[in-house]
């Protein structure tokens, strides 16, 4: 099973709204609603960012909000800030297999 | 408070056999999925295994076979257990928990890790 594709990295100024996207298949981003992001910054473990596509667990800024077309699922940061300055994974459920697919994930970087 | 604390790590040969273990802590443990997912020097994160609920285990390609994970709901634990450990398998291990109690739940708390590191 390969690794669902993402942007190696993307850059975006302060204030600006930006978006990542994770494009996959039809065994998993385009059949189930189960699309997670994953904050993670260097030397920490990951956090939770968005759940089933566009669910924000509790504490999670809405700046960030997720979507999904088809088999491709997006995450958009609004009035980026310094802070967000990370890596973002994407992952899904896939059909008939692990339970979890990881993207490759995107570095992020506010100039 | 609650939090997942990994152990079990360290420097390992090739082909031998190490046990991780995740103890958890401020939550009703036997109520949610698991899973294991690792991380490579400088690479992406890689779901390694889950177990759901109800004790359905999954397993990524590339440790099936190798692998087995397993939960002690008793000691609030997660266990999984390596075999036949490749130079591949180097890494820093996480234990987290699911929003739910299924499969396809996203991980919404996860430990610190434990390094793993097979080399000869």
């Known amino acids: 099973q390969s690794a669902l594709a993402q942007p190696a990295s993307v850059s975006g100024s302060p204030g600006q709204s930006i978006t990542l996207s994770c494009t996959g298949g039809d065994s998993d981003i385009g059949t189930y609603k189960f699309v997670s992001w994953y904050q993670q910054f260097p030397g920490k473990a990951p956090t939770l960012l968005i759940f089933e596509v566009n669910k924000r667990p509790s504490g999670v800024s809405s700046r960030f909000s997720g979507s999904k077309s088809g088999n491709t699922a997006s995450l958009t940061i609004s009035g980026l800030r310094p802070e967000d300055e990370a890596d973002y994974y994407c992952?899904?459920?896939?059909?008939?297999?692990?339970?979890?697919?990881f993207g490759g994930g995107t570095k992020l970087t506010v100039l | 408070e609650v939090q997942l604390v990994e152990s079990g790590g360290g420097l390992v040969q090739p082909g031998k056999s190490l046990r991780l273990s995740c103890a958890a802590s401020g939550f009703k443990f036997d109520d949610y999925a698991m899973s294991w997912v690792r991380q490579g020097p400088g690479k992406g994160l890689e779901w390694v295994s889950g177990?759901?609920?109800?004790?359905?285990?999954g397993y990524a390609n590339s440790v099936a076979g190798r692998f087995t994970i397993s939960r002690d709901n008793a000691k609030d634990s997660l266990y999984l257990q390596m075999n036949s450990l490749r130079t591949e398998d180097t890494g820093l291990y996480y234990c987290a928990k699911a929003v739910g109690a299924l499969d396809e739940d996203a991980l919404d708390l996860w430990g610190q890790g434990t390094m793993v590191i097979v080399s000869s």
């Open positions: 992952s899904s459920y896939v059909d008939g297999g692990p339970f979890e697919l």
């Open positions: 177990v759901n609920w109800a004790g359905t285990k």
